[in-house]
């Protein structure tokens, strides 16, 4: 008698449609005003002499909207204009402001801390994070797709940036993040996102892929009392200078390997990020300069944190209070 193969029974995941659709027709509307809260809480220095400079807020209010809607900055103006009747900002910058406030080097280290304080409205739904990286190319005739997985010597990573993101896997917020050259290894930036992340929000397990199995991750996040679900290599073996949280980890990959890979491919969020990020607002970086392209790249992480807290107002009712998260966030200087 023939026996019939039983199909795997698929996975369906639940939507409320209606508050779904709430936070899509409302996006626009409310990330004109979360990004305006989230620019206030940017001190301002203090100038005795000279013509005043264009405030450091409205600058950065600019920039996200130059993002967000995916235009070049001179393209943006008339968007900047209305901005300024609203009252969003005091004054609409030229275009070249624009550039050259991306072009300088103090704005990656603000926008780094911006980042993470427009994630911590959502730090009581995040307690599970997952790290990776993908590459932003810096001209539009080039795929990542093809620069990573090819092996001609014609093809390059020069031409790209690296994003390294650790998210929430429920939100997809991006909780810390590094921009770095498109050759750089993902293992030596985990540490400084991981750092961040403990000092701000509560871990309780972390994920990502073999990339990531190195020694000293899994005793990083052991420290910040959380589980490594980070898969191991075909030829993975437990040795005698192996700490005991990787040969643990490795026990538990070994004999209970549905079990973790349920906690694992929680991973599969941030992919699910990058796709957010590059069908949204774009795959391609439009400045020149390295500097300018990490800040431009930062920038867009920013604005899809906006998003994801649009979606959770309606969806979770989270209240977001930029200003209270200032209070909270704990500075971390690698």
């Given at each position: 008698?023939?026996?019939q ?11 409320n449609?209606h ?13 004109y ?11 301002e ?16 209010f600019?920039?996200g909207l130059k993002l967000?809607?995916?235009y070049s ?20 910058p030229?275009f ?6 991306l072009?300088?080097?103090?704005t990656y ?5 911006i980042l993470?304080i ?9 307690d ?7 590459g ?10 093809r620069v990573?997985f090819?092996r001609?010597y014609?093809?390059?990573?020069r031409?790209y940036l690296?994003?390294h ?6 939100t997809?917020?991006i ?11 993902d293992?030596k930036q985990?540490p400084?996102l991981?750092?961040?992340?403990g ?16 020694h000293?991750?899994f005793e ?9 679900f980070?898969a191991?290599?075909s ?7 192996s ?8 026990d ?14 929680k ?6 990020t990058?796709?957010m ?5 774009g795959e391609f970086?439009k ?13 867009k992480?920013i ?7 649009v979606?959770?107002?309606f969806?979770?009712d989270?209240h977001?209070?930029f ?12």
């Amino acid at each position: 008698m023939e026996t019939q193969a039983v199909l795997p029974v698929e996975t369906k995941y639940s939507q409320n449609w209606h508050k779904y659709n709430l936070a899509k027709t409302h996006e626009k509307r409310m990330f004109y005003q979360l990004l305006h809260e989230l620019c206030q809480i940017i001190p301002e220095p203090d100038y005795k002499f000279g013509r005043p400079p264009i405030p450091i807020k409205d600058m950065i209010f600019c920039l996200g909207l130059k993002l967000y809607s995916n235009y070049s900055g001179r393209k943006v103006m008339s968007d900047l204009v209305h901005a300024e009747r609203a009252n969003y900002i005091m004054k609409s910058p030229h275009f070249n402001t624009l550039t050259d406030f991306l072009a300088c080097d103090i704005t990656y280290d603000l926008l780094q801390k911006i980042l993470t304080i427009s994630a911590m409205p959502l730090k009581e739904l995040e307690d599970q994070f997952s790290i990776d990286s993908s590459g932003f190319g810096s001209y539009q005739y080039e795929r990542w797709q093809r620069v990573r997985f090819s092996r001609s010597y014609e093809v390059s990573s020069r031409n790209y940036l690296k994003g390294h993101v650790c998210i929430g896997t429920r939100t997809n917020v991006i909780v810390s993040a590094e921009a770095t050259y498109g050759n750089l290894s993902d293992v030596k930036q985990a540490p400084a996102l991981l750092e961040k992340v403990g000092k701000n929000f509560n871990i309780k397990e972390v994920s990502a892929d073999k990339a990531y199995n190195a020694h000293r991750i899994f005793e990083i996040i052991e420290e910040m009392n959380a589980k490594p679900f980070i898969a191991f290599k075909s030829n993975a073996n437990p040795g005698k200078d192996s700490p005991e949280i990787w040969k643990r980890m490795y026990d538990y990959f070994v004999l209970n390997r549905e079990s973790f890979m349920k906690h694992y491919h929680k991973r599969s969020n941030v992919e699910t990020t990058f796709a957010m990020i590059k069908l949204r607002l774009g795959e391609f970086l439009k400045c020149k300069n390295y500097t300018s392209q990490r800040n431009e790249l930062l920038m867009k992480f920013i604005c899809h944190n906006i998003t994801c807290l649009v979606q959770e107002i309606f969806e979770s009712d989270v209240h977001v209070d930029f200003r209270e998260c200032m209070k909270k966030y704990v500075e971390v200087k690698i």
